[in-house]
């Protein structure tokens, strides 16, 4: 990525965490490039070095030596650390940049929400409400000794256990007379107190690749007291996958940063929930967090290498409880974090925890699963033989917006829905901002209409049907919104090499499901239902989808768009401990499929880069859409 | 402490952690002050102020401003945080300071043998060698379920787990073809791991309020691998109990730092021996701390408030495991910390730990048992009707050379043993030095000289029988060495006001003792043995101790001296889980004396003041040294 500086006429600078793009001229300040790439980034002082606010972080690529505002500003470890002033640092070479939350304005949209019904409750934690006895003048009894025995009058005896902090907690509280609070348990393990008659609260996260959503759920009731999400900060590290394995895998200081930034995450994801639902932290008693094995061994601090090539060998695949605490996860001083069983190689927890919050396993006619994202997650279960098969496909970040020219994630100003009036294109961005690049859903939109209107051909081609399609500097382009009507003031267009893009990722998820049903012996009309998890699975437009052959067209099928199957999977297995053995058995009776071992696969792949997909029925016939999950 | 410097002649210097006092004229720099006071500092450059190695730390009192080198050698934060150089900096009131190890040449000595039989092991932790089998081409289990798979078949079905830092432990060692290693384990808890047929180790710790002693056992042998002490590094916020609970009571920063030099020191003391005996830290799976219950308190960082007045409610007594990482022990991943039970209020694990070592809930005759310190506890054993009385009184630091004009603990120069040849004394120094100072026993020895010849009456009253009892600038004195004789040019000094120290700290003792005999409603003569612990008890000379009426004469007792029994209660509790179950039957079957609720204890104190005691036996009757323990 490094270029010299004297010899380069632009610089390609990535806006992260919202993966923006933009192409400049060196010497160009970094508030500059992004107000180029249509980012919304606040400067207090109007740009002139005073204010100090416009800290961004420089990741990879080299500026300009800091001037004199810049060392009045920062101090030398913020500067050696690579902050620097986004209004006075110059660009010299290719530079990837981490812009914090607070200085740029409007957020990007995290999916958090999925169908679910109510949660069936049956937690791991007991709270009880107790009266501490007060110590008798003559003999005393440590404080921990008088719970113990209050606690085995009232429940039977157990060994009663306590970390030191819960201790610390307790001898605070019983400073008080009369001394009455709730306690946390679990089994004969103290995991905490609170004040009198609080709830026991447990935190389910789903850890995404792209997004961390966190709910915050009252255990004893299933109420939901909060959801919300944030960007992954590992995106400052790498936007997929194994860019993310092969920098932690630099060195014991790289991972335990890759480790660090993720836990800090799921801290504050948790923290902003209690603070919004009015919950002390201490009240957080149990903890479920998914993802995929990637996701968790970074999280866990694993090594990886082994994650990197066949035959993908996990350090864990069971369940695991790991102390909240050795995570700097900040709640009840005994908390744990429940990890869901996985499955093998890529498919993980979170593709357990969808299986589990759909019924996958219980279904009774043939079932697709699919949870769409830079892997996406395949399971196929065939109920007579109790068959349940499942895949990871590496489908590349273009239906995230990434690798694609104006692509980005879904913040305002992006893309997310193209109709087609008469051959001519209309758009719908996220917040009804000025249209800045395309989001995942746009994309497939995008797609779909130009080759429904004839501007792609079955081999993915963009032909001159229309002025719009022109000649680029990277080849063929069709002008999506021109300069003039754009919120940076730039086109936006989509290349020849965008439409490839796309290509490799819709036939890397057909294939995968196609394959499945070979090998199961199931032909796509005894599909009964096919499930569509994940972010961009719900802001998708089905038809879309179908017609570039993203998804295959199942005849007797109903089509359903879950939201965050992980995320619910997450919530009812923090909740009860029948799903946390329920996910046991799914994980035990599955079987993974490593695609590259089919012989047709291949021969499916290739075939599936075609519009449609040869084989397939035509884009007239309607999709079922599901009225029920 | 603070005097304004203008007033001041001169100025008290305390120099921590050997706790060697002196007076000097102000402006004197630190470096001088230490070789005045006799300590052997090493100042690289010759005390020019260019080689920046002579740093302390001032902990309290004020130095005069940070002169041009000590800005060169030392960064702001140092400087802020009280680094100073000793060759630069000048004394402007009473200080207290602290000497890193390095920079004072020749160690304290610390004790940290104890007199016991062979261990009796019965571990807590199994170690197992096994080899890993290697995942099949076409289904590949991760490595924890192949290692829990393997476990099963060879020790039956457990609920295996580990902690995360342990699985990265075997991922690692999974990449090796064949994968054979040492496991251990604690029930189905995966501890961690070592190369095959490694040892299963511990380490035992006395944590003491001066000195921290460890020792590294092989678990499944007893066979110990090492042994070392340091000094405890709390020293430097408060020489005793008292000082130091009131230093962390000042906010969560002090309590966290006691916390954490403690651990460090005890991390550090644990990584020596693994170094010295060839064992990889990782080796060490189980660990036992035996200390007060203030010590305990602080390691744990648990509140202490409460254990500042009556009736000194303790926040746990039971025993209790500790993650070892969680104090930041770094052993392996699965180690534990196993904290001993206590009786109640200052009567500890420590105590506790010396009734386990000489079996003293055991023994067929009455029997008591002390470890003097700056608290000395007591312990009073009546088998007939196994009656186990005990407590703690507070003994000062005097026996420690604590609160002693010339007073120093056990490191080169102190004078540690005093002889009488008609009239003459004459001294035995630690490492045979120059002398500087007194040290516990030859305090308690010059003081049974002193009171032998005559120099002290009965009320502990220096009498002019002498010209080196003189008038000095704090009365009446006595020159124990002229200026010409002592390493440091001045001349040593036993005060009035030293004589008084040594009073009420062997009237303290004798003083407890003699209340739980009446107590228990025993006679002196009944007591068939007298065991006395601890580091100080082990140089004592019983003779001068029983003179001086520190210890009381029992005519038919044996007196052990049996050095560090804490340690070796550590010890027997570490390898033995029977050990533990029995220090748990102790600790359940212990009364706990509160004496100051004894009628008679403040007569009996007044009365023990005296030399010799009123009532006792006169000084030329024999004492029975033990044979046995």
Redesign the interface.
Known sequence: MDKSAETVDHCQVVFQPVGRRVAVSPDMTLLEAGRTAGLVLSANCGGIGVCGRCRVQILEGRMDEPGESEHYCLSKEDLSAGTRLACRARIRTDVSVHVPAGFMSGTQRLQTDGEHAALECDPMIERRDITLPQ?A?KS??????RL?GELSLRLGPRLW????EA??Q???L??KDPCALTVYLNGGDILGFSALRRPAVGIAVDLGCTKIAGYLIDLHSGRQLGAGGIANPQISYGEDLITRLVYALQGSGEAERMARVVREAIDSVGRDLCRQADIDPREVVDLCVVGNTAMMHLL????I??LLHA????????D????A??LGLRYAPGARVHILPSI??FVGADHVAMILAHDIDRRQQAVIGIDVGTNTEIVLYEPKRKLMLNTSVPSGPAFEGGHIHDGMRAAAGAIEKVSAHRGNLSFKTVDSGQPVGLCGSGVVDLVAQLWRTGRVNDRGHLLRTDPRVRKGEQGMEYLVVPASQSGHGRDIVFTQGDVSEVQLAKAAIYAGIASLLEIAGLRADEVGDLIVAGAFGSHLDLESAVDIGALPRLRNARYAQVGNAAGVGAKMALVSCKARARARSIAAGATRIELKDHPNFNRILARATRFPVSGQTTPSEEIKPSETT
Do not use: H, K, W, Y
């Not at 005393?140 to 000794?145: I, V």
């Not at 256990?161 to 030191?164: D, F």
């Not at 866990?300 to 090594?303: A, E, F, G, N, S």
């Open positions: 110590p003048a005393c009894p440590a404080d921990l000794t113990a256990a306590a970390r030191p201790v610390a307790l001898s605070l019983a400073r866990l601090q694993l090594p290498e082994q035959p993908f060998i996990a350090a864990f695949d069971g695991m409880n790991v102390d605490m050795s093998g190689g």
